[in-house]
């Protein structure tokens, strides 16, 4: 498929998705959100894809959905269809099942800060802002609420949506919304190499690391307990569970099979 606001590029096991709309702010419209969607599918199904690294065009990584465009003269109902195809966007990159690491820059806000804040792995330029504003304009970034209280709790979550208020990269990273701050030149190397290191992982281990992470939020700790050590007891007897116990035996590199 040929896609008009997204590119993806394919190094190695790793791939790249760039959100490709730098003159709209790279903000989401119906037609971004589609080509996300199709793209994260197909990405997910290719077994040679081991990690995925998205990154902005041009000076900011996402300011968002694109209100204007979508939500200016529109009805009710063309508005929840552009609604329900963004938030498709964004739940299929959080439940991805191989890595992914996000290099954002620049202004990263609303639903581009979301999709940064729910990656693995998080990485912004020193200099990049962040934050939910949608609030400031009569709007509200309330579907992010049930992603951010996963990642910083319920109560700081209302207050970043509620106030709108806009985070420097420090003040996003002792929030948790972001797990590394490098300056600008080092963005992309640096979302490089962690993703290189993750696809050198059993994809079968961190596919269930990821599915049970997901699992566990609200069970109580018995159950997770429980539910935690029959996967781990299921992952050790696939191959690759017993290549990786094998080859450090052996003092050799594993050789990963994916099963």
């Known amino acids: 498929m040929d896609y008009e606001t997204i590119i993806i590029k394919k190094e190695g096991s790793i791939a790249i998705l760039t959100l490709n709309r730098p003159q709209q702010e790279n903000r989401m419209n119906f037609k971004m959100a589609n080509e996300m969607s199709h793209a994260l599918e197909e990405l997910d199904r290719d077994d040679k894809i081991r990690a995925l690294v998205m990154v902005?065009?041009?000076?900011?990584?996402?300011?968002?959905?694109?209100?204007?465009?979508?939500?200016?003269?529109?009805?009710?109902?063309?508005?929840l269809k552009f609604n329900d195809a963004a938030g498709d966007a964004e739940k299929?990159?959080?439940?991805?099942?191989?890595?992914?690491?996000?290099?954002?820059?620049?202004?990263i806000l609303a639903s581009g800060a979301l999709m940064a804040?729910?990656?693995?792995?998080t990485i912004i330029s020193k200099d990049a802002k962040m934050g939910f504003p949608a609030i400031n304009i009569g709007m509200s970034c309330m579907v992010a609420l049930h992603y951010l209280k996963q990642i910083v709790g319920a109560k700081k979550a209302l207050e970043l949506v509620i106030t709108?208020?806009?985070?420097?990269?420090?003040?996003?990273?002792?929030?948790?919304?972001?797990?590394?701050?490098?300056?600008p030149e080092k963005l992309l190397e640096t979302a490089m190499e962690v993703a290189k290191e993750l696809a050198n992982k059993s994809p079968l281990a961190v596919a269930f690391t990821k599915r049970a992470?997901?699992?566990?939020?609200?069970?109580?700790?018995?159950?997770?307990?429980?539910?935690?050590?029959?996967?781990?007891?299921?992952?050790?007897?696939?191959e690759d569970g017993q290549e990786g116990l094998r080859a450090r035996d052996e003092g050799r590199p594993p050789e990963w099979k994916g099963r």
């Open 56 to 79: 902005g065009a041009g000076k900011d990584f996402c300011l968002g959905w694109s209100g204007s465009e979508e939500y200016l003269n529109k009805s009710g109902l063309e508005i």
């Open 92 to 107: 299929k990159l959080f439940d991805f099942s191989k890595p992914t690491v996000v290099a954002a820059q620049g202004r």
């Open 117 to 121: 804040a729910m990656a693995d792995v």
């Open 164 to 183: 709108g208020r806009i985070l420097d990269s420090d003040q996003a990273e002792k929030l948790g919304l972001v797990t590394r701050v490098v300056s």
């Open 213 to 238: 992470n997901a699992a566990i939020r609200d069970m109580p700790i018995d159950e997770a307990t429980q539910y935690l050590n029959e996967h781990m007891a299921l992952l050790a007897v696939t």
